[in-house]
T-cell receptor
């Protein structure tokens, strides 16, 4: 079985300050991990993905995430938040042996204050 | 590349009627498509997985007779909500994975979603 826990349901940051979104996963085997962003009433956009290559993954729009197996974590960071980063973020785990089914975390809503 | 569309983007229907939602892969062949539903301010929940030409596999707790899924071609899957009721109101999102030419897509590409409101 696999599961994902996003530790914060809401995160509020000021524009220009760092963003940290925390994610812990549970998976019996080596997982693939993803971060998606969803703007209001929109579909999901892939920010980045980890698939057992480099543990530090760089994504779009300045986001990056680090896979830490010992901590079973895959936290998402961005050095400087922009107003356009206000959205819902989902940490997702997948396993090829499970038919590539995605298991979503509960989501973290990011608010960016001017 | 790897674009997925959904139609309609929103629909309002009366209780008891059926609604069909289409999911299309525009520039690749989608051998597998997934259907999710998302309630307001909640995460996505997988409803079913469909492989082209095969019957869909439904997740536990999802009524297959209520949510009919057809994946008859490599570019189209449909979800029909039969005898819709207000509790079926939700945001329905599809995703697809497959191939295009020499490229194989091992990740899911998501459609923009369809908001269903049942009165």
């Amino acid at each position: 079985a696999q599961s994902v826990t996003q530790l914060d349901s809401h995160v509020s940051v000021s524009e220009g300050t760092p963003v940290l979104l925390r994610c812990n996963y549970s998976s019996s085997y080596s997982p693939s991990l993803f971060w998606y962003v969803q703007h209001p009433n929109k579909g999901l956009q892939l920010l980045l993905k980890y698939t057992s290559a480099a543990t530090l993954v760089k994504g779009i729009n300045g986001f990056e995430a680090e896979f830490k197996k010992s901590e079973t974590s895959f936290h998402l960071t961005k050095p400087s938040a922009h107003m356009s980063d206000a959205a819902e973020y989902f940490c997702v785990v997948s396993r090829k042996a499970a038919g590539n089914k995605l298991t979503f975390g509960g989501g973290t809503r990011v608010l960016v204050k001017p | 590349g790897a674009v997925v569309s959904q139609h309609p983007s929103w629909v309002i229907c009366k209780s008891g009627t059926s609604v069909k939602i289409e999911c299309r892969s525009l520039d690749f062949q989608a051998t597998t498509m997934f259907w999710y539903r998302q309630f307001p301010k909640q995460s996505l929940m997988l409803m079913a997985t469909s492989n082209e030409g095969s019957k869909a596999t439904y997740e536990q707790g999802v009524e297959k007779d209520k949510f009919l899924i057809n994946h008859a071609s490599l570019t189209l899957s449909t979800l029909t909500v039969t005898s819709a009721h207000p509790e079926d109101s939700s945001f329905y999102i599809c995703s697809a994975m497959g191939s295009s030419g020499q490229s194989t897509y091992n990740e899911q590409f998501f459609g923009p979603g369809t908001r269903l409101t049942v009165l």
